[in-house]
């Protein structure tokens, strides 16, 4: 027996819950089955499940083929549905995790549009700031905007942005403007991200990098909460440019010591595992959300 058929076998005997009901479900008989699942496991050298006359359980490892066969299944179907139905339109589910204020600011109308094109698509979308393990959870791909880290992920880039440091323009009446890094020690006070660093970093006059701790007087894990404080004159504040660029535009802040940021170029990914079949929903998707975004987005505001 060919491996795939005896995957379609253990599988149909795990859901089914017996030998006897999987047989039913595949007329066929109970002994043709479970020499099926003996075949297999003595091919693998290892045991799936552990049998009695009233129940059968799963070990730890036929978990585990279980859950390797039920991708592999299905992506294979999900390939062959493609391929007969490859000129027909888009349809089926797609979820996504997404940073929060990014997801609910941009990624939320960027999702819209493309469902207005592929109305098929049903979107399962989680805005969350928490790093989400994508093959564990579920997840067809993650929309993340950092540097990232070694990974078994595939990531295609989608977005350029850049942070910038802000006040408002009567917080700047009140403390003064500082003209180079070293003035923010001068009594400022600023606005904190919640798992950012401490200190904050520039480039000195002759290429240094200077470290400067400004007291925090609000630390918050949402960023437009902080800008909306910076907005009030609670603090200086350092900000993606998706987040601040209205506020920026519309005076309500003005970026300071721009000549000195140090390392301000973020980016954001489409990340996918790459063991993984990307189906051509999920495909089509990212290529929408790569031009959509733009190599400068509508939020470039310097």
């Known amino acids: 027996m060919n491996p795939l058929e005896e995957m379609q076998n253990f599988v149909r005997i795990v859901e089914a819950g017996s030998i006897t009901r999987a047989a039913e479900q595949q007329n066929t008989v109970k002994s043709a089955v479970s020499r099926k699942l003996a075949d297999l496991e003595k091919r693998l ?21 279980y859950q390797q066969c039920i991708r592999i299944i ?34 939320s109308q960027a999702i819209r549009k493309f469902n207005e094109i592929n109305p098929e698509i049903y979107f399962e ?22 540097r990232l880290e070694d990974s078994s992920l595939v990531a295609r880039k989608l977005i350029h942005a850049r942070t910038l440091l802000c006040a408002s323009p009567a917080y700047l009446q009140e403390f003064g403007e500082p003209q180079m890094p070293e003035d923010l020690k001068k009594g400022h006070v600023k606005l904190k991200y919640a ?8 480039k000195g006059e002759n290429g240094e990098v200077v470290r400067i701790k400004v007291p925090a007087v ?12 910076a907005i009030e004159g609670k603090g200086l504040l350092f900000s993606p440019d998706f987040i601040c660029y209205k506020a920026v535009r519309s005076g309500l802040l003005k970026p300071i010591l721009c000549e000195y940021l140090l390392d301000n170029e973020i980016s954001g990914y489409a990340l996918y595992p790459q063991n993984r079949h990307l189906s051509r929903r999920v495909r089509s998707l990212i290529d929408f959300l790569a031009q959509y975004f733009g190599e400068k987005p509508y939020w470039s505001c310097l």
């Not at 290892?46 to 036929?62: E, S």
């Not at 979308?125 to 950092?146: M, Q, Y």
């Not at 609000?218 to 404080?229: D, H, K, P, V, W």
Request: glycine share 8%.
């Open 218 to 229: 609000i630390s918050a894990n949402n960023g437009e909460f902080l800008c909306q404080a």
């Open 45 to 65: 050298g290892v045991t799936l499940l552990t049998r009695t006359t009233r129940r059968q359980t799963l070990t730890d490892t036929g978990r585990s083929y």
């Open 74 to 107: 299905g992506e294979l179907e999900e390939v062959e549905a493609e391929v007969r139905n490859e000129n027909c339109a888009l349809a089926g589910k797609i979820k996504v995790a997404a940073p929060l204020s990014f997801g609910l600011m941009h990624l």
């Open 125 to 146: 979308l989680d805005f969350n700031d928490r790093k989400v393990d994508i093959v564990e959870e579920g997840f067809d791909l993650a929309i993340r905007i950092a």
């Open 195 to 202: 798992t950012n660093n401490d200190y904050w970093q520039f």
